[in-house]
C-alpha cells in the first residue's frame, strides 16, 4: 500500500470497496464542507470520476467527520462496506484526505479502495516548507501549487519570505513606495492564499526580514531604515531610531491579520551586517538611552528583544533564524522559536540545553538552492535531532547528533534563490522523503520500499497538479550528491 508518509497503523482486509459515479461524499459537520469540494475536484483530477456531495452521511459511501474524543492531529480511516474517515480537527481531516487520494485505485469506471481500519498522527508537531519569494518572484499559480505539493505530503506549514535585499513582495498602504514594482502581491492575493491553504490544511507563517537583508526596505525609504552611512551599508536598518520600531510595528500590523491562522509570525533575525552602525548617531544616542552596553551585537540582541514584544502585540509567537551567539548581556527571549540552519552562530545542542524550542532547518541535507541539493538518500538517512553543514567553517561540517527532545519541534525545508520554474520539480521528490523522516521518527521502513511507494504517490501528484516534469537530478534515482 503506497501511502506517504507511513500510517502509524494499517491493518489491511482482504476484499476491496468498489466507488462509481453514483457513491457519494457527506459529513454531518458544517466546518468540513470546504473539504468536501476540495476532496470532490481532486479525486476527479486523479481518476476522472466526479462524486456527487450528499447532505445525509448516512446514506454517503464516504464520510468525514470530526471527533471530538481524538487529539487534533489523529485521524482514522476505516473502509468496509463504506468509507469512513474520523477527524480530531479539520486539519487532521484534510490529511486523512490525501491518504485516501494516495490509497485510491482507477479501475475503469470505477475506483477501488482495500478494506482497512487506518490510524495514523504524525511524530513531529511542525512540518515545514520555506519558499523564497523576494529573490525570484513566484506567481500565485506556483505558490498555489506548491502548497497542493505540502498539503499532498502532509506538511503543515508554509512559510513564505516575502522580504529580502532584491525586493519587498508584501503590499503596504501605509508605506506604498516599500512594495517593488511588478514584483509584489495585492493583499487580495493574500488573503486568497490564506483560504486556499488552510482548505487544505495548511498554515502560512509570513516572514519580515530584518534588520539584516534590507536593502528594499532602505532603497525605498533611506529617510526611515537607513543608518546615516547607509550608502556605505544599506544592508542593516537603524536598529538605533524609533521611527524604525514603529515602521515595523505598522508593517506587521498590516500583513499579520491577514494570515489569522498561524500562530507564528518570522521575523528573520540572521546575518545582519553591521559595518557602520556605530558610527550614527542614532544608534550611539539610543544605547545610551537605553543603557545597553556600547557594543553593536547588544544592541542586535536588544533589536530582537523588542520586535519579539511587538509581534506579540498581534497575538503570535516570533520566530526567527540562528542568528544571535550564545553569549550576551541582553538575553534573547525563550519564547521565540529558533530556525537552526548553519550551526555557526549558535550551536543547536547549546539552544536546547539554554531552553530555545527549536525548528531543525540543516543546510544539509534541508536546504534547496539551485544546484545545491541533496538527494533522497541523503535526506532519508537524515534524522530530526541531527545538524550537518556542508560549510567547512560550521563546526556542523562533523554532524551534531542530538538526543531526542520535545524542543526540537519539527523540521523544515528550505527553498533559495530559485527560480519559480525549478521549484515544484525540485521538491516533489524531496520534500516527502523529510517528511516521512519526521511523521515517522522511531521507525524507518527500507529505502527502496519507500522510493517504490514514493513513484506511486508522485505519478498520482502529477495528475492532481497536472505537471509531470521531474528534476533531471533525481531520475533514475542515482542519489549523487551535489
Given at each position: ?240 531610531k524609533e521611527e524604525v520600531y514603529t515602521a515595523f510595528a505598522e508593517l506587521i500590523s498590516e500583513i499579520a491579520p491577514i494570515f489569522k491562522a498561524s500562530p507564528y509570525f518570522h521575523i528573520g533575525g540572521d546575518e545582519a551586517r553591521f559595518t557602520k552602525v556605530m558610527n550614527d548617531p542614532d544608534a550611539k ?7 545597553l552596553p556600547n557594543d553593536v551585537h547588544e544592541l542586535y540582541r536588544h533589536f530582537l528583544a523588542r520586535m519579539n514584544e511587538i509581534v506579540k502585540k498581534q497575538g503570535k509567537q516570533t520566530c526567527i533564524w540562528e542568528g544571535f551567539s550564545r553569549e550576551g548581556e541582553v538575553k534573547i527571549p525563550k519564547d ?147
Amino acid at each position: 500500500m503506497a501511502i506517504v508518509p507511513s500510517p502509524k497503523e494499517m491493518v489491511l482486509g482482504e476484499k476491496v470497496l468498489i466507488l462509481d459515479a453514483n457513491s457519494g461524499i457527506s459529513s454531518p459537520d458544517s466546518e468540513l464542507e470546504p473539504l468536501l469540494s476540495l476532496f470532490q475536484s481532486e479525486l476527479k483530477a486523479v481518476s476522472g470520476l466526479n462524486l456527487p456531495i450528499q447532505s445525509d452521511a448516512e446514506e454517503a459511501t464516504l464520510a468525514f467527520q470530526i471527533d471530538s474524543t481524538l487529539d487534533p492531529d489523529v485521524y482514522t480511516i476505516s473502509i468496509q462496506n463504506k468509507i469512513v474517515v474520523k477527524a480530531g480537527s479539520y486539519s487532521s481531516a484534510a490529511t486523512a484526505r490525501t491518504t485516501l487520494l494516495q490509497m485510491a485505485q482507477l479501475d475503469g469506471r470505477t475506483l477501488l479502495f482495500p478494506q482497512i481500519n487506518l490510524t495514523d498522527r504524525p511524530d513531529a508537531e511542525y512540518r515545514g516548507l520555506m519558499i523564497d519569494l523576494a529573490r525570484n518572484w513566484h506567481s500565485m499559480e506556483t505558490i498555489k501549487k506548491l502548497i497542493d505539493l505540502a498539503s499532498y505530503y502532509k506538511t503543515n506549514y508554509v512559510h513564505l519570505h516575502f522580504t529580502d535585499d532584491q525586493s519587498y513582495t508584501l503590499p503596504s498602504k501605509k508605506y506604498p513606495k516599500l512594495p517593488t514594482p511588478g514584483r509584489h502581491y495585492s493583499f487580495e492575493e493574500l488573503e486568497e492564499l490564506e483560504t486556499y491553504s488552510q482548505k487544505r490544511g495548511i498554515t502560512i507563517i509570513p516572514e519580515l526580514e530584518m534588520p539584516g537583508h534590507v536593502k528594499s526596505y532602505i532603497d525605498a525609504y533611506p529617510e526611515i531604515f537607513g543608518i546615516k552611512d547607509y550608502k556605505e551599508n544599506p544592508y542593516i536598518v537603524n536598529m538605533g531610531k524609533e521611527e524604525v520600531y514603529t515602521a515595523f510595528a505598522e508593517l506587521i500590523s498590516e500583513i499579520a491579520p491577514i494570515f489569522k491562522a498561524s500562530p507564528y509570525f518570522h521575523i528573520g533575525g540572521d546575518e545582519a551586517r553591521f559595518t557602520k552602525v556605530m558610527n550614527d548617531p542614532d544608534a550611539k544616542k539610543y544605547i545610551k538611552k537605553n543603557k545597553l552596553p556600547n557594543d553593536v551585537h547588544e544592541l542586535y540582541r536588544h533589536f530582537l528583544a523588542r520586535m519579539n514584544e511587538i509581534v506579540k502585540k498581534q497575538g503570535k509567537q516570533t520566530c526567527i533564524w540562528e542568528g544571535f551567539s550564545r553569549e550576551g548581556e541582553v538575553k534573547i527571549p525563550k519564547d521565540i522559536i529558533v530556525f537552526e540552519f548553519e550551526s555557526l552562530y549558535h550551536l543547536p545542542d547549546a539552544l536546547i540545553e539554554d531552553g530555545y524550542t527549536v525548528v531543525n532547518t540543516s543546510w544539509k541535507p534541508l536546504y534547496v538552492v539551485n544546484e545545491k541539493k541533496w538527494e533522497p538518500n541523503t535526506i532519508y538517512n537524515w534524522n530530526m535531532w541531527r545538524f550537518e553543514n556542508w560549510w567547512t567553517q560550521s563546526p556542523a561540517i562533523e554532524p551534531i547528533q542530538l538526543e531526542e527532545t520535545p524542543l526540537i519541534i519539527g523540521a523544515q525545508m528550505c527553498t533559495w534563490e530559485q527560480v519559480e520554474g525549478l521549484e515544484f520539480k525540485s521538491l516533489r521528490k524531496r520534500l516527502p522523503v523529510m517528511n516521512e523522516r519526521i511523521w515517522n521518527t522511531k521507525s524507518k521502513r527500507p529505502y527502496s520500499k519507500f522510493m517504490k511507494h514514493l513513484d506511486s504517490t508522485d505519478a498520482k501528484l502529477s495528475m492532481l497538479v497536472n505537471d509531470s516534469k521531474q528534476d533531471s537530478l533525481l531520475i533514475g534515482h542515482n542519489h549523487k550528491e551535489l
